[in-house]
């Protein structure tokens, strides 16, 4: 895409320009990300550029989405050049230093909120950008969450995000390692934590393996290191009959129930997200007699 004095760059002519460039790189969903950066561009929503196909581009919005076009080329995420995304239906500041989040983790919100009752504590293991922490601490106004990571730049993004959407004070930022969690007790303990296997590094999409923090990823030999770690620590810092809920890989669900159970658990259950792959395991600390 390039401007000379005689050419006029619409805003149809160049959204269609770059869902071709970008399906020719075998870029997902070519016409939508287009869309996204152009109206990101533009400051316009999707609607905006549908109502304005005809508008033309001066040079220096043409300049500015040229940018963001050869970053989205070079495989970097596009929630990383628009540095937003949404997640259950918020919007979340993301950098570099946190995972993109993905839709399939609000199968696991789903899941944790039948199960937080009245002013319940409740821990998010990895937070990240703070995604399921603060999506919980919305819909339930008498919670508290520690939101726990090891990165203290994610830390800094999930703390940005719970201010932003309005669960600041309830939703504590803390610094601390999968091997020693906080002793709570909690009753509820949620967590996406890495779970891809170190061997199957190189093979990922180049959108994960060259831009998302391995940190955030990388689940050890078998994928299954944080869910040791999980399970292993369950008695000690969720209540009697507290939950544990956490988010797995493909063909993962039946060795974290076992952990589970090894760890003492009680009512394991799964459960499926939208693309029948089996996402969730949820457990349950024993009663008190």
């Not at 819909?139 to 830390?155: N, R, Y």
């Not at 703390?159 to 959407?165: C, E, H, Y």
Request: hydrophobic letters at 45%; charged letters at 25%; a negative charge.
């Amino acid at each position: 895409m390039t401007a000379s004095v005689t050419e006029r760059w619409t805003v149809l002519k160049v959204l269609q320009w770059t869902a071709d460039y970008f399906s020719a790189r075998q870029i997902d969903a070519a016409r939508l990300e287009a869309e996204l950066l152009l109206a990101a561009t533009l400051g316009l929503d999707r609607v905006g550029l549908y109502v304005n196909f005809e508008r033309p581009l001066d040079s220096s919005e043409l300049a500015a989405f040229r940018e963001r076009v050869q970053r989205r080329a070079g495989r970097e995420p596009v929630q990383y050049i628009l540095g937003e995304t949404e997640f259950w239906s918020l919007v979340f500041h993301v950098t570099p230093a946190v995972l993109v989040p993905r839709g399939d983790t609000e199968v696991l919100v789903e899941e944790a909120l039948p199960r937080i009752e009245g002013a319940a504590r409740v821990l998010d293991v990895g937070t990240g950008s703070g995604v399921i922490a603060v999506a919980l601490a919305h819909e339930k106004p008498e919670i508290l969450v520690t939101a726990l990571d090891c990165s203290l730049p994610a830390l800094e993004v999930a703390r940005d995000n719970a201010l932003r959407n309005g669960v600041g004070e309830r939703v504590s930022c803390l610094a601390g390692e999968l091997a020693d969690l906080p002793p709570g007790p909690f009753d509820v303990v949620v967590s996406n934590p890495p779970y891809i296997p170190s061997g199957d590094w190189e093979k990922l999409m180049p959108e994960v393996r060259d831009h998302e923090p391995r940190l955030a990823l990388d689940g050890g030999e078998d994928g299954l290191e944080a869910y040791r770690h999980l399970a292993r620590q369950a008695g000690r810092i969720l209540v009697p009959g507290g939950w544990l809920l956490v988010e797995v890989g493909i063909g993962q669900a039946k060795d974290v129930s076992a952990l589970f159970k090894a760890g003492g658990l009680v009512e394991i259950s799964q459960r499926d997200d939208y693309a029948r792959i089996t996402r969730v395991v949820m457990g349950r600390s024993k009663r008190s007699v």
